[in-house]
């Protein structure tokens, strides 16, 4: 395993934290999608995120039950078929997998509720869609095939996600810094996974055997969703960089994401 700490005056790579797109021009495409009629406070949030970035092509996918909220945005927003519960139905899948084929990026950002159809979408997105994905909030769903996959996990929910893989080893609130990091960074390497937690104060990225931390002792509000974005933004543009991209994204966010937050 390779650990690094990243210290608050200088990123891990520099060169991919300050190599960023300055117009829409070089820029690559984003697809942005979440949110039902009972949670759009995530998908409001990576909205308002996004407009602080330079993107060549933006799709923002939304349940039809929010044209009435989000009518009066940007055009590139897309509604796509609700549920009676207000959350995406099945029917969405086809319009996720015809703007993925423009996208480099699929940021699949939470508010999708528990709803057993939306549950299936979410899971047929990520397990076929040949993209890049960023997951967080209750878009990490109990079964998914990890490829091509960053997750955004709290740390209370990676029990779960442990147990839901059937991993041999647990971690729990008590568990020392270094013993954690070795549990996980293990787990993402055997089923290939990309992930991001936080615990004890620390921002923490794991991929390929490589980990980095950060401290975060300031207000963290919204990390997961400004990390989702962030990671987002920095491997649309670096999807052969995942790890960097995903160690730049938590940079970012502890320097400059005061001004993000709600």
Known sequence: MYWQKQNINQPLFPDLFWD????????????????SSTDFKQISLAYNLLQQKKYHQLYVILPNSLRKIFQEQQSNLIFAPSNQSGAFNLETFSLVEDLSLDSDILSMIGGFTTNSETIILIE????????????????????????????????????????????????TSNIELTKMIQIINDFCQQFKLALITEFNQNLIAFYDNKVSLMEAKNNIENWETNLNILSSYYLANNYNKIFESITCAIYDFINFGAARRT
Not at 20 to 35: E, K, R, V
Not at 134 to 156: E, G, L, M, R, Y
């Open 124 to 171: 047929k997105i990520i397990n076929n869609i040949n993209k890049i994905k960023v997951i967080s909030h209750d878009a990490i769903i109990d079964t998914f095939q990890p490829n091509q996959t960053i997750a955004i996990v709290q740390f209370k929910n990676l029990q779960k996600l442990l147990k839901n893989f059937r991993y041999h080893q647990a971690v």
């Open 20 to 35: 960023q797109p300055i117009s829409q021009i070089g820029a690559n495409n984003f697809c942005l999608i979440g949110g």
